[in-house]
Structure formats: C-alpha cells, structure tokens
C-alpha cells in the first residue's frame, strides 16, 4: 500500500527504496495491464432522465455540492444534474496551462474541475501539453496518439452519455462524442465496480473521479490528501464503493494528485489541493455552465505538433 503510494505520486521512482527496483517496474507494469483491461468491456449503459409521472422532466437546481469523508479522508461531491450543461475548456494562451480558477472567472462558469494529464517533466511542466486525446465540442483539439490505434479516455457525447474506456478516434466520432480527456482506470462499468477490494486500489493519495447515474447526473468525486490531520487520501476502491452508494453506473479515474480541484462559481477553492506550491497550471478542465452554447473555447494547440511542445518551459 505504501509504494502504491509512491507511485501515484510525481516521485514514482522512490518506491524502489521500498520494495526494489525491479519489483516497482513489475508493479507499473501490472497497473498499466490492469488499467488497460479495466477499459475493455463496452459499457451499454443508457440515461434514463427522472420525470414527475406525467413524462415532464422533474426540474432541480443545476449543481450541488456535498462533503464526503471516510476512513482517513475527506473531499467534496459535486452533482450536475444535466450533463449537457459541460464543457471541456482549455488554456487561453499558448506555452502554459491555466489555473481552473482562471478559466472560471475567464468564462462565466458556475463550477469546475481539473481533467486530464499532462507531460510534466522533472515535476516542473508547464501544464501545456496534455496527455493522448483532447476533445472539446465534438473536435480534436490535441491527438497525442502518435502510433497508437486507441486511448482509454473520460468524457461525455452529445446527448450527454459519459463515455469513458478504451476507444479509437473513429470509434469515438461514430459515438458523437462532445467532451473529452485520455485518463485511466475506468472503475465502474455497467453498474458493477471494477475494482474488487482496497488493497488492489492502487494505493492512497487525492483524487478526481467522474461518474454518471442511470439519470444522466454527473457525479465529479474530489478526494483531498497528503495532509495528516485533515486527510491522508482514498484508494480508487474507496472512491469506486462511494460512487456506487450514489448511483453511479459508470465512472472513471482523472487526473489527481496535486491537479485535484474544485472551484465554485465565485471562482473560490472549495478543497484543499495538496501542493504546497498551490493550484496547478493545467491543460483541460471540465466546467459547468448555464448556457454552455454561448461558451466559445479557441483551440490553443491549432497548428501545432505534440512534438514541437516544450512542456518543461515557462
């Protein structure tokens, strides 16, 4: 558990002094099979929107925000109960990435969280060169594929089913996807969780994790941790057990970490990130809008080649 720990962390390397050098590219090696595997099964699930009784769709206030805590951690819940009010946006200028309380204040947001991964060389990127696949408003915003024929990826199509597994770029359009991220694990799949105990949940530290319920309600999970005290952090079996007591019939694991935040529509942290150096500069951030048609999101990356990206640079 401690060097799964570790190797959550941005000094991966260090769980060697634990178990050993070769033991740690063993277990690297079995996570990345493991992951990959947990995106296999095609998920059919379909939303099924709430209605009152008369077929009207039951009107609720758009988002909500709950603490949730458990053994040795603590974070917040955030609901939005229509998924096609999300957007993925993206920095505004070109060589690094934006706070998300930058792009929430930038668009008018009235929540936000922080998506996918990023180069991030040395511990010191610039938050400017994703990982994989960016997708925003049914277009390809970033392929960082190079050879690979497909991606595990988080996101939402248009009629705002969350799609999350391992996909092709054909396949992904032929579904109509909207909104997009590559990140792994997906842990849960057609209402079952994918992550059979504790131990096996990829050791302790902060978490993001997006989930949908049978209703369509977008569920992101925000885990604070490495502060003792206040909350050491969640195994994604934790987040996947919590997920499951909400409903979700569909989730799957974001980038966490120090990246972990949550922001308010008055463009305040609601948790507390785990680095001491504060919020991340971050490449793509889900948010919430009111009228999200009226968002508009420049692709900043147009033109440019994942190659030509110094994500070292400031």
């Known amino acids: 558990m401690l060097a799964d720990s570790i190797i959550t962390t941005q000094h991966r390397e260090w769980a060697k002094y634990i178990i050993g050098e070769k033991a740690l590219r063993e277990r690297v090696a079995l996570y990345v099979k493991q992951f990959n595997d947990m995106g296999e099964e095609r998920d059919e699930h379909t939303i099924k929107p709430t209605t009152d009784g008369s077929g009207e769709v039951t009107p609720e206030k758009l988002t909500s925000v709950e603490e949730v805590s458990g053994e040795g951690y603590h974070g917040y819940l955030l609901t939005v109960r229509d998924p096609k009010k999300i957007r993925l946006v993206v920095p505004n200028k070109r060589g690094r990435g934006e706070k998300i309380t930058s792009m929430v204040k930038r668009t008018g947001a009235i929540a936000g969280v922080n998506a996918g991964g ?39 199509d248009k009629n705002g089913k969350m799609l999350a597994g391992n996909y092709s770029i054909s396949e992904l359009m032929d579904l109509g996807i909207s909104e997009a991220v590559s990140f792994s694990p997906r842990i849960i799949v057609n209402g079952k969780g ?17 989930a949908q319920k049978e209703d369509g309600t977008i569920l992101f999970l925000l885990i604070d941790g490495r502060q003792p005290g206040y909350s050491i952090g969640a195994t994604l079996y934790d987040a996947q057990q919590i997920l499951l007591e909400h409903g979700a019939v569909i989730a799957a694991n974001l980038d966490g970490g120090s990246s972990t935040v949550l922001v308010d529509e008055q463009g305040q942290i609601v948790n507390k990130p785990s680095s001491s150096a504060g919020e991340r500069y971050l490449p793509t951030g889900f948010l919430v809008f009111d009228n999200p048609e009226s968002v508009d999101v420049p692709n900043i990356w147009a033109g440019m080649k994942p190659s030509e990206i110094d994500a070292g640079k400031w």
Do not use: C, E, H
Request: aromatic fraction near 10%; glycine fraction near 18%; hydrophobic fraction near 40%.
């Open 194 to 210: 994918l992550i059979k105990n504790r131990a096996q949940g990829w050791g302790v530290a902060p978490r993001t994790v997006m």
């Open 118 to 156: 990023f180069a991030d060389p040395n511990w010191k990127g610039n938050g400017f060169k994703p990982i994989g696949l960016v997708i925003s408003q049914g277009k390809i915003y970033y392929n960082g594929l190079g050879g690979k024929k497909s991606v595990q990826i988080v996101g939402i």
